[in-house]
């Protein structure tokens, strides 16, 4: 679990109904905080009065909340809705039973740490958002090095969409019978994998 000063500590049990009442939400993400979702806690806030780091325009401070599941699934759904009513980025910890998992929205987009990955955050930096940044990079893999991080997540979500049409391609020879049709995916595989090459060499 995340270790921070007790300054920091918040340690606060936020009821699920503060976020699933709210009149927009469609019916299914309410099912989902109810059948799917135990705890809310409202764990950390770190901030320029809790660990002496300056606040930005774009970034004031960041919490940390704990997440406690009925069962193992992806909780996309309820992560955008909790960020949508709390005008700070948030660090979810994520518990099913003996599984955990870490969370970040960024950019509208959610991004999720593999389930029991033992990643260290470094919560300190110029300020509250270098501190955000580590964040989304411990979390997405990116070196702490990047300076662009939108462009840098750019290259690995189209490494990612590439990687996706290639299993599609690789699915459809599968069930080909015509073999000149199986050259054709066939080359478009290699096309694939050679653009995926030059975004690997452009990291």
Do not use: H
């Amino acid at each position: 679990m995340i270790e921070l000063p007790k300054a920091c500590v918040v340690d606060k049990f936020i009821p699920k109904k503060t976020f699933y009442e709210k009149v927009n939400i469609p019916n299914s993400i309410r099912e989902e905080f109810v059948d799917k979702l135990s705890k809310i806690y409202w764990k950390y806030k770190i901030s320029e009065d809790t660990i002496n780091v300056s606040k930005t325009e774009n970034v004031e401070e960041i919490e940390i909340f704990e997440l406690e599941l009925k069962e193992k699934y992806n909780c996309k759904n309820i992560i955008k809705v909790i960020t949508k009513n709390i005008p700070y980025p948030i660090l979810f910890y994520i518990k099913y039973e003996n599984d955990f998992q870490y969370a970040i929205k960024y950019n509208d987009e959610v991004f999720f740490s593999e389930w029991n990955d033992n990643i260290s955050f470094i919560f300190s930096g110029l300020n509250m958002e270098v501190i955000y940044d580590n964040i989304v990079k411990t979390i997405t893999n990116i070196d702490n090095k990047v300076k662009d991080l939108d462009s840098e997540i750019q290259r690995k979500d189209n490494i990612i969409r590439l990687e996706n049409e290639i299993v599609k391609f690789e699915s459809k020879i599968r069930s080909e019978k015509q073999f000149n049709i199986k050259v054709q995916y066939n080359e478009q595989i290699s096309k694939l994998k050679q653009k995926i090459e030059e975004l690997k060499n452009n990291g």
